[in-house]
T-cell receptor
Framework: GNSVTQMEGPVTLSEEAFLTINCTYT??????LFWYVQYPGEGLQLLLK?????DKGSNKGFEATYRKETTSFHLEKGSVQVSDSAVYFC??????????FGTGTSLTVIP | GAVVSQHPSWVICKSGTSVKIECRSL??????MFWYRQFPKQSLMLMAT?????????EQGVEKDKFLINHASLTLSTLTVTSAHPEDSSFYIC??????????????FGQGTRLTVV
């Protein structure tokens, strides 16, 4: 079956610290992988995506690489800002229709 | 990018009443929309797939008579929580795919609806 396992939070970091949020998956076939971000009171916004093995998605300083050999899609950012405080969801879709989400990781960045 | 609008953003209702949530694709047509539910500290779980002009497909364990889905047009799907009870309090969010362009696998999400049943 399809599933996503995401590191539990909450995560609290100081501004300019390095961020890693781990995500591993199980899937049939070759899914597309995503990171979505949910700011307080808002819906999900696509942060980045990768559609095939070894692809690297990047946006706003965040990066994640599609690793088929380790079935992982870890999210990283070299220097976080207070404005990055949000909940981050790792997700996959085998077909582009139904999405499977991780449990979400809450990130708080303190000045 | 494509926009999906969901309304209302939050609603409080009395136990036993029904609540309707709307999901609209604003600048594209969506033959299929998806409804998810998010419990506190848990992930989003797919409830049902809404198909324009036909019956919705519900995931196992989701009561179709309680969560009525209507997809009457290519830009609107509605979810009605009937005879709501406190355990139905949750965050409901819809999504739709913009199929314009080749190989597009991105889904767009509404801003979600926080339902509280008292």
């Amino acid at each position: 079956g399809n599933s996503v396992t995401q590191m539990e939070g909450p995560v609290t970091l100081s501004e300019e610290a390095f961020l890693t949020i781990n995500c591993t998956y199980t899937a049939t076939g070759y899914p597309s992988l995503f990171w979505y971000v949910q700011y307080p009171g808002e819906g999900l916004q696509l942060l980045l995506k990768a559609t095939k093995a070894d692809d690297k998605g990047s946006n706003k300083g965040f990066e994640a690489t599609y690793r088929k050999e380790t079935t992982s899609f870890h999210l990283e950012k070299g220097s976080v800002q207070v404005s990055d405080s949000a909940v981050y969801f790792c997700a996959l879709t085998p077909t582009g229709n139904q999405f499977y989400f991780g449990t979400g990781t809450s990130l708080t960045v303190i000045p | 990018g494509a926009v999906v609008s969901q309304h209302p953003s939050w609603v409080i209702c009395k136990s036993g009443t029904s609540v309707k949530i709307e999901c609209r694709s604003l600048d594209f047509q969506a033959t299929t929309m998806f409804w998810y539910r998010q419990f506190p500290k848990q992930s989003l779980m797919l409830m049902a797939t809404s198909n324009e002009g036909s019956k919705a497909t519900y995931e196992q364990g989701v009561e179709k008579d309680k969560f009525l889905i209507n997809h009457a047009s290519l830009t609107l799907s509605t979810l009605t929580v009937t005879s709501a009870h406190p355990e139905d309090s949750s965050f409901y969010i819809c999504s739709a795919r913009d199929l314009r362009g080749p190989g597009n696998t991105e889904a767009f999400f509404g801003q979600g609806t926080r339902l509280t049943v008292v």
